[in-house]
């Protein structure tokens, strides 16, 4: 049996059941897609609000109107839809029976809830590195993020040891590894 493998991000996938189910969303058929230049031509010769509210409802009137889906505006509407019709929802699954998040560190609330919906019965392999986050709270939140999805699925988070190889100057790995986990730096030679 020959199964398809995807390389995907949160939108693509978004956008692909909006496209096939977007009817269900008051879209009309087909969606497309509203890239930033375009949205910005629109706001522009539509005299849309400044004020940020008032711009993504001009934002979001549109694409009901027009079918053509501003980015900011995707995760949000194929969340309410899935979330509104488990059948939609099940089929959607179907689709994807083992789901691989990388850069999981930089998932967004949103994309959070969205594959949560997707991800409900697949199986799910996540990684990333709540180091790479900057602030305090940002590491704080993004290691609750794991430890709730390890919960969620049934498994443990797993901390992978070993050599990064992104960098030539290893001395400024071990350097950063041990400043990362407290420990003294004793180079060698």
Same mark, same amino acid.
């Given at each position: 049996?020959?199964?398809?493998? &995807? @390389? +995907?991000?949160?939108?693509?996938?978004?956008?692909?059941?909006?496209? /096939?189910?977007?009817? @269900?969303?008051? /879209?009309?058929?087909?969606?497309?897609?509203?890239?930033?230049?375009?949205?910005?031509?629109?706001? /522009?010769?539509?005299?849309?609000?400044?004020?940020?509210?008032?711009?993504? %409802?001009? +934002?979001?009137?549109?694409?009901?109107?027009?079918?053509?889906?501003? @980015?900011?505006?995707?995760?949000?509407?194929?969340?309410?839809? !899935?979330?509104? *019709?488990?059948? !939609?929802? $099940?089929?959607? =699954?179907?689709?994807?029976?083992?789901?691989?998040?990388?850069?999981? =560190?930089?998932?967004?609330?949103?994309?959070?809830?969205?594959?949560?919906?997707?991800?409900? *019965?697949?199986? /799910?392999?996540?990684?990333?590195?709540?180091?790479?986050?900057?602030?305090?709270? &940002?590491?704080? *939140?993004?290691?609750? $993020? @794991?430890?709730?999805?390890?919960?969620?699925?049934?498994? *443990?988070?797993?901390?992978?040891?070993? +050599?990064?190889? +992104?960098?030539?100057?290893? &001395?400024?790995?071990?350097?950063? %590894?041990?400043?990362?986990?407290?420990?003294?730096?004793?180079?060698?030679?």
């Amino acid at each position: 049996h020959h199964a398809n493998l &995807d @390389f +995907r991000t949160y939108h693509s996938i978004a956008f692909d059941i909006l496209r /096939l189910y977007g009817r @269900f969303a008051a /879209l009309p058929a087909p969606a497309q897609v509203l890239d930033r230049t375009e949205e910005h031509l629109v706001a /522009l010769t539509e005299n849309w609000a400044d004020d940020e509210n008032e711009y993504a %409802e001009h +934002r979001r009137s549109y694409g009901r109107k027009t079918g053509r889906v501003a @980015f900011a505006d995707m995760i949000g509407l194929v969340t309410r839809l !899935l979330q509104a *019709s488990p059948t !939609l929802r $099940r089929v959607a =699954q179907r689709r994807y029976g083992c789901i691989v998040v990388d850069e999981f =560190q930089d998932t967004t609330d949103d994309q959070w809830v969205f594959l949560r919906l997707l991800a409900e *019965s697949a199986r /799910l392999l996540v990684f990333g590195d709540p180091h790479q986050m900057i602030t305090d709270a &940002d590491f704080a *939140s993004t290691k609750a $993020r @794991f430890a709730e999805c390890a919960s969620w699925k049934g498994v *443990s988070v797993t901390a992978f040891a070993g +050599r990064n190889y +992104r960098c030539a100057a290893t &001395d400024i790995l071990d350097f950063a %590894e041990a400043v990362l986990h407290g420990v003294a730096y004793a180079p060698t030679g």
